[in-house]
């Protein structure tokens, strides 16, 4: 009852102060910011202006005919039901419209497939849910989420308010930096299921499949924060895993990956450390609740039927190898992914102990990171 | 023939059975008729009723009410519901009313088949239905079944399936029993060019579901023995191909639009003429068009599947052919234009819903053409600009079809008149709500907003409430229409053989209600 009292003040709030609280939305697509959505756009605008002119033509012919034909006006039924005619010049002049409209969006689609001649190449993955960023030949790699406020207001009953938050379901964790002006292959593929990675201020999305790479190109020319969101339905968490794409100049863009590739080095030199089993308890239940709980849900019960619980799995009660196994390479067939790639040692050794250790219940042994290093 | 007719009706042994096995065992095509308009009507509130948490959901943003996981099971059967429970079973019930009497047949030619066909549709949907009271739940990776997605559901992934192949074998026989009635029970002198347009768009649409459901059955066994029978036809780590899955389902899914929206084409075709007591303008053009656009629906599935990243050369086969529909679908409006021309009109509810059909499909139609623009469908693939487009030409198309059509012959099928003011009533109010639930998506899609999300950024809020509310009163116009149906059926003023001023046809030379055997002694036509 309070939600539905808490929904209708909110909504009457909304209507009465529309233009206050919502000082943007977009009624168009937008321009965007390289010269493919600059063409997608224009061609957009000239099919949307071809079908208000024949709209304006038909509906106005009806609504012509709907007043001074009608029977209350003492109208008298005409009784022509045929002219070859006017079928032709229906038939031919529509035709002669859709070549006119067919050529430019021709040309566009020709300039779309073109990726050769890149500056780079960056490769995205797809995962439940979330994406993977790879720079190839770099050696730069790393998995973009939601980011955590976002996560937290989108939870069935969280009672935050989403107009709190500050790009509501639109930000990650990591963004993906890119070079203004430099023309960028992108490779597309996915982990699991099929995803499609859309940013609309580029112009356009393009799937991405397991098993398969998909090409696209994205040539920004103004440095900014771009904003889009996974296109194709993958599941439970779909409507949560967004792109952020940031543009730097290219000078700020090289200082960035010099950045990450020592961020990397040193990540691999942290990790042999061991641990206290309750310092990695802790760990693990934020890696948990960022990782594991979309499907085996907040106390560890699962979704009978499709997602397994982890209290007092056969797997995170018994053998503890099968159990990192289990974490590290999923299980196949199943939703459950490998999270050797997504996850540091430190991480997998934390979400490993803290299943075992939480949720319920009580094995008492933990995992450490140079174990998990051992195993890759 | 009034002598024969007397004669016959010395037997009593050929009314209706009485009480509830008259409609189990009916092998007649007005019985099986209202069990199908009946079921589908059933079907339209329960898959309204899940737009209804859908559009309940995103009132507002935030998850208030349901889980993700569930409220990707409500987009996946609200819409299995509404295709093959709402509009495809109302279509079949129409054309066992009508088809018959409009051909100036008895009955339609396999009429135990018609019994089978019909009474396959409730236990397939008690099953698909069912699917929400299994572990896991009811199917969530959408009505398009995409693999890998939909073999992660949980135990009502075979049930899904099962209940699609019984949907299947219901509609393929459905199919034969309208061109074999088409072909053999028309009267004397009912030359197939002199055949109302409605039995027309049947007789094409009847080819379209032979010719596709075999093929979505033969997709959906793939995906049971790729989750059961370790068979890898969709999946590349054994040599498939997910996106074979996508192909196939395609060359199943375009007819299947047509499939939905021909015979509305035919409704609409009968309605205006009659409302403008002129006859149909181009009527050979339009029989000509509507096989058009069934061939044209086989070579155009891949407009779907732009983004899977096609080929180019096939990237432009396909707009090509796709933007091609647009002309005889445009010659189809610009002959009921042609027809409403210097017409007499009078506005009856038939004509409304006609009217609003015209008018609503065509805009629905433009931000179709402006799909098959391939480039451009880069920005509006899986946004809710195709929401906006498939519910314009599916509610204000082939539902207010069906809508017309009923309370075009539903003084025919009962012999009583419609309250007219209330039909009218329940006309502008859907007309302005279902405006208000769909227009702004076109706004929501281009502006970003993907499709099939449980809750969106705040930049969405303003127009998804609207459509919140627009759905909410569309919803309930139709629980009235539900009751304007009843009221009917239980009473009303009595209604004459020709029901309509302008109305002529076959069916409006029978008495309202029309005797339980339709024609049993062939009709002369003129």
Same mark, same amino acid.
């Given at each position: 009852m309070n939600k539905l009292k808490q929904l209708f003040a909110s909504g009457v709030a909304l209507i009465f102060m529309s233009s206050a609280a919502q000082a943007e939305y977009g009624l168009n697509m937008p321009v965007?910011?390289?010269?493919?959505?600059?063409?997608?756009?224009?061609?957009?605008?000239?099919?949307?202006?071809?079908?208000?002119?024949?709209?304006?033509?038909?509906?106005?012919?009806?609504?012509?005919?709907?007043?001074? !034909?009608?029977?209350?006006?003492?109208?008298?039924?005409? !009784?022509?039901?045929?002219?070859?005619?006017?079928?032709?010049?229906?038939?031919?002049?529509?035709?002669?419209?859709?070549?006119?409209?067919?050529?430019?969006?021709?040309?566009?689609?020709?300039?779309?497939?073109?990726?050769?001649?890149?500056?780079?190449?960056?490769?995205?993955?797809?995962?439940? %849910?979330? %994406?993977?960023?790879?720079?190839?030949?770099?050696?730069?790699?790393?998995?973009?989420?939601?980011?955590?406020?976002?996560?937290?207001?989108?939870?069935?009953?969280?009672?935050?308010?989403?107009a709190t938050v500050e790009n509501y379901l639109l930000d990650v964790d990591h963004p993906l930096v890119l070079p203004v002006g430099k023309k960028v292959r992108i490779l597309l593929t996915a982990a699991d299921v099929i995803h499609a990675w859309w940013v609309p201020d580029f112009g356009w999305k393009r799937d991405a499949i397991p098993g398969f790479v998909n090409e696209a190109w994205v040539k920004v020319d103004e440095p900014g924060v771009y904003r889009g969101q996974c296109a194709e339905l993958c599941g439970r968490d779909h409507g949560f895993m967004p792109i952020v794409v940031v543009v730097k100049s290219v000078a700020d863009y090289e200082a960035w990956l010099a950045a990450q590739k020592g961020a990397a080095v040193a990540a691999k030199l942290a990790a042999i450390e061991d641990l206290d089993p309750r310092e990695l308890k802790q760990k693990g239940k934020k890696v948990y609740r960022a990782n594991c709980v979309a499907c085996h849900m907040k106390k560890g019960e699962g979704i009978l039927g499709?997602?397994?619980?982890?209290?007092?799995?056969?797997?995170?009660?018994?053998?503890?190898?099968?159990?990192?196994?289990?974490?590290?390479?999923?299980?196949?067939?199943?939703?459950?992914?490998?999270?050797?790639?997504?996850?540091?040692?430190?991480?997998?050794?934390?979400?490993?102990?803290?299943?075992?250790?939480?949720?319920?219940?009580?094995?008492?042994?933990?995992?450490?990171?140079?174990?998990?290093?051992?195993?890759? | 023939m009034t002598t024969v007719t007397d004669t016959h009706e010395d037997h009593h042994d050929h009314g209706p059975a009485k009480g509830l096995m008259r409609?189990?065992?009916?092998?007649?095509?007005?019985?099986?008729?209202?069990?199908?308009?009946?079921?589908?009507?059933?079907?339209?509130?329960?898959?309204?009723?899940?737009?209804?948490?859908?559009?309940?959901?995103?009132?507002?943003?935030?998850?208030?009410?349901?889980?993700?996981?569930?409220?990707?099971?409500?987009?996946?059967?609200?819409?299995?519901?509404?295709?093959?429970?709402?509009?495809?079973?109302?279509?079949?019930?129409?054309?066992?009313?009508?088809?018959?009497?409009?051909?100036?047949?008895?009955?339609?030619?396999?009429?135990?088949?018609?019994?089978?066909?019909? =009474?396959?549709?409730?236990?397939?949907?008690?099953?698909?239905?069912?699917?929400?009271?299994?572990?896991?739940?009811?199917?969530?990776?959408?009505?398009?079944?995409?693999?890998?997605?939909?073999?992660?559901?949980?135990?009502?992934?075979? $049930?899904?399936?099962?209940?699609?192949?019984?949907?299947?074998?219901?509609?393929?026989?459905?199919?034969?029993?309208?061109?074999?009635?088409?072909?053999?029970?028309?009267?004397?002198?009912?030359?197939?060019?002199?055949?109302?347009?409605?039995?027309?768009? =049947?007789?094409?649409?009847?080819?379209?579901?032979?010719?596709?459901?075999?093929?979505? /059955?033969? /997709?959906?066994?793939?995906?049971?023995?790729?989750?059961?029978?370790?068979?890898? @036809?969709?999946?590349?780590?054994?040599?498939?191909?997910?996106?074979?899955?996508?192909?196939?389902?395609? $060359? $199943?899914?375009?007819?299947?639009?047509?499939?939905?929206?021909?015979?509305?084409?035919?409704?609409?075709?009968?309605?205006?003429?009659?409302?403008?007591?002129?006859?149909?303008?181009?009527?050979?053009?339009?029989?000509?068009?509507?096989?058009?656009? /069934?061939?044209?629906?086989?070579?155009? =599935? /891949?407009?779907?599947? @732009?983004t899977v990243g096609m080929p180019l050369q096939g990237e432009l086969f396909f707009m090509y052919a796709t933007m091609l529909i647009a002309v005889p679908t445009g010659v189809k409006v610009f002959n009921w234009i042609s027809t409403m021309w210097k017409g007499s009109m009078t506005f009856e509810t038939p004509m409304l819903f006609s009217i609003g059909f015209v008018i609503m499909f065509t805009i629905g139609g433009f931000s179709g053409l402006m799909l098959a623009i391939a480039p451009a469908d880069f920005q509006y693939h899986d946004t809710y600009f195709v929401v906006a487009h498939f519910h314009y030409v599916l509610v204000t198309g082939a539902i207010y079809a069906i809508m017309a059509s009923v309370y075009?012959?539903?003084?025919?099928?009962?012999?009583?008149?419609?309250?007219?003011?209330?039909?009218?009533?329940?006309?502008?109010?859907?007309?302005?709500?279902?405006?208000?639930?769909? $227009?702004?998506?076109?706004?929501?899609?281009?502006?970003?907003?993907p499709r099939r999300i449980p809750d969106y950024s705040v930049q969405f809020a303003e127009f998804n409430m609207w459509s919140s509310i627009g759905s909410f009163v569309f919803g309930l116009s139709q629980v009235f229409f539900c009751y304007i149906v009843y009221k009917t059926i239980k009473g009303g003023e009595k209604a004459t053989d020709q029901v309509w001023e302008g109305a002529e046809g076959l069916e409006w030379t029978l008495p309202s209600p029309p005797p339980y055997h339709s024609f049993t002694q062939a009709p002369e036509i003129k």
């Open positions: 965007g910011v390289t010269e493919t959505s600059r063409q997608v756009y224009d061609l957009h605008m000239l099919i949307l202006w071809v079908c208000v002119a024949i709209g304006v033509v038909v509906f106005g012919a009806m609504i012509y005919s709907m007043i001074y !034909h009608r029977k209350s006006r003492g109208a008298v039924a005409s !009784h022509f039901h045929e002219s070859m005619t006017a079928e032709l010049v229906w038939t031919v002049v529509p035709f002669i419209i859709l070549i006119v409209m067919a050529i430019p969006a021709t040309k566009v689609l020709i300039d779309m497939h073109d990726t050769s001649e890149a500056d780079m190449t960056v490769k995205v993955t797809g995962y439940q %849910w979330k %994406w993977r960023y790879e720079y190839i030949g770099e050696d730069v790699s790393f998995f973009s989420s939601l980011d955590a406020a976002s996560n937290a207001a989108r939870q069935v009953g969280s009672d935050i308010d989403p499709v997602f397994p619980a982890i209290t007092g799995s056969a797997v995170a009660t018994g053998d503890i190898n099968n159990h990192i196994n289990m974490v590290m390479n999923g299980k196949a067939g199943t939703a459950m992914a490998g999270f050797k790639a997504q996850l540091s040692d430190v991480e997998l050794a934390a979400v490993v102990t803290y299943q075992r250790n939480s949720l319920g219940n009580k094995v008492g042994d933990a995992v450490q990171p140079a174990a998990i290093a051992a195993l890759r | 409609w189990v065992t009916t092998t007649n095509h007005k019985d099986i008729g209202t069990l199908y308009l009946i079921f589908s009507l059933i079907m339209f509130m329960v898959g309204g009723a899940m737009a209804m948490i859908i559009r309940l959901e995103l009132f507002q943003p935030g998850l208030q009410f349901v889980d993700p996981g569930f409220f990707n099971q409500m987009t996946t059967v609200h819409a299995l519901v509404m295709i093959f429970g709402a509009v495809m079973p109302a279509f079949v019930g129409l054309a066992n009313w009508m088809l018959p009497i409009m051909v100036g047949g008895p009955d339609m030619a396999l009429p135990r088949m018609n019994n089978w066909s019909f =009474w396959i549709l409730p236990f397939a949907f008690a099953m698909l239905l069912g699917t929400f009271f299994m572990d896991g739940g009811a199917p969530a990776g959408g009505w398009t079944m995409y693999p890998p997605l939909v073999l992660q559901g949980g135990n009502g992934f075979p $049930f899904m399936i099962f209940a699609i192949h019984m949907m299947g074998i219901s509609s393929v026989m459905g199919a034969i029993n309208v061109i074999v009635t088409i072909l053999n029970m028309r009267a004397p002198g009912m030359t197939l060019m002199k055949m109302p347009l409605f039995v027309w768009t =049947w007789f094409i649409t009847a080819y379209l579901l032979i010719a596709v459901m075999p093929v979505l /059955a033969g /997709a959906v066994t793939m995906l049971l023995t790729d989750r059961f029978f370790d068979t890898t @036809f969709f999946n590349a780590a054994g040599g498939g191909d997910p996106v074979l899955f996508q192909h196939i389902f395609w $060359f $199943f899914g375009h007819p299947e639009v047509y499939i939905l929206i021909l015979p509305a084409f035919g409704i609409v075709s009968q309605i205006i003429p009659t409302f403008a007591r002129k006859p149909l303008f181009g009527y050979s053009s339009m029989v000509y068009a509507t096989s058009s656009i /069934a061939f044209l629906s086989f070579i155009v =599935w /891949a407009h779907h599947m @732009f075009y012959w539903i003084p025919k099928w009962t012999g009583h008149m419609y309250n007219e003011k209330m039909g009218q009533w329940h006309f502008w109010i859907s007309t302005v709500s279902v405006n208000v639930l769909f $227009f702004p998506q076109h706004f929501l899609g281009l502006a970003g907003m």
